[in-house]
């Protein structure tokens, strides 16, 4: 009898094991379809912002533009203004993730996470993605683009120059913040301008060129 029962024991731990192995695969396909279904819109949505104003573009078009339906559109995105600000975030997102990988152009992942390695880090997404952000910028939506990425440097440069910031005494924290994030915006559109030339590493080494005096 115990025999049995070890075996029907075993029989339940191999099946649960295949089950979690389906389902584990289950969830991975359904994580790639929905990454494909935000880079088609995503995409379709910078073809859009190429040849028409921001304000003009209704998510119809969007849908229609991506081919996906309405409800999947609205599972991703509740407004045409969240998916700009996605765009923003989702080249900069895992910049400052715990568990950095190795990527085509670049390669953090052994790198100490401190502000020269998160600035360098953020360059090197902004000129894999140069299409997009000169699109995006050259469009009726920069300015609306520009703001979501300036609220995003302010969180980057809070966690990396927080303690600096805080120290000075000649100036507000938050106008020193806005300082800093409005430099960094203007630096790289001065790099957009030079065709962006100038390595992620040298653009990073100008910016601290910049900044560390103000933060000394």
């Given at each position: 009898?115990?025999?049995?029962?070890?075996?029907?024991?075993?029989?339940?731990?191999?099946?649960?094991?295949?089950?979690?192995?389906?389902?584990?695969?289950?969830?991975?396909?359904?994580?790639?379809?929905?990454?494909?279904?935000?880079?088609?819109?995503?995409?379709?949505?910078?073809?859009?912002?190429?040849?028409?104003?921001?304000?003009?573009?209704?998510?119809?078009?969007?849908?229609?533009?991506?081919?996906?339906?309405?409800?999947?559109?609205?599972?991703?995105?509740?407004?045409?203004?969240?998916?700009?600000?996605?765009?923003?975030?989702?080249?900069?997102?895992?910049?400052?993730?715990?568990?950095?990988?190795?990527?085509?152009?670049?390669?953090?992942?052994?790198?100490?996470?401190?502000?020269?390695?998160?600035?360098?880090?953020?360059?090197?997404?902004?000129?894999?993605?140069?299409?997009?952000?000169?699109?995006?910028?050259?469009?009726?939506?920069?300015?609306?683009?520009?703001?979501?990425?300036?609220?995003?440097?302010?969180?980057?440069?809070?966690?990396?120059?927080?303690g600096q910031i805080e120290k000075s005494k000649e100036l507000p924290s938050d106008l020193l913040l806005t300082h800093i994030s409005s430099s960094f915006v203007e630096m790289v559109n001065?790099?957009?301008?030079?065709?962006?030339?100038?390595?992620?590493?040298?653009?990073?080494?100008?910016?601290?060129?910049?900044?560390?005096?103000?933060?000394?």
């Open positions: 009898m115990s025999h049995e029962k070890s075996n029907n024991q075993l029989g339940h731990n191999v099946c649960y094991r295949t089950l979690c192995a389906i389902c584990a695969e289950r969830a991975y396909i359904m994580d790639r379809r929905q990454q494909k279904t935000r880079e088609a819109i995503f995409g379709a949505f910078n073809r859009l912002l190429s040849q028409k104003r921001y304000t003009n573009i209704t998510v119809q078009e969007i849908i229609d533009e991506a081919n996906v339906g309405r409800s999947t559109f609205y599972a991703h995105f509740e407004t045409k203004d969240e998916l700009l600000r996605e765009m923003c975030s989702e080249i900069f997102t895992h910049v400052v993730s715990d568990h950095l990988s190795s990527e085509e152009t670049h390669d953090f992942s052994d790198k100490d996470d401190d502000t020269d390695t998160v600035v360098t880090h953020i360059l090197y997404h902004l000129k894999d993605n140069s299409k997009n952000i000169i699109g995006i910028l050259t469009c009726e939506s920069g300015e609306l683009f520009l703001r979501y990425f300036k609220q995003y440097l302010n969180s980057v440069f809070t966690e990396y120059f927080g001065w790099w957009i301008q030079n065709d962006m030339k100038q390595t992620p590493e040298q653009m990073e080494s100008y910016f601290a060129a910049v900044i560390l005096p103000i933060l000394s």
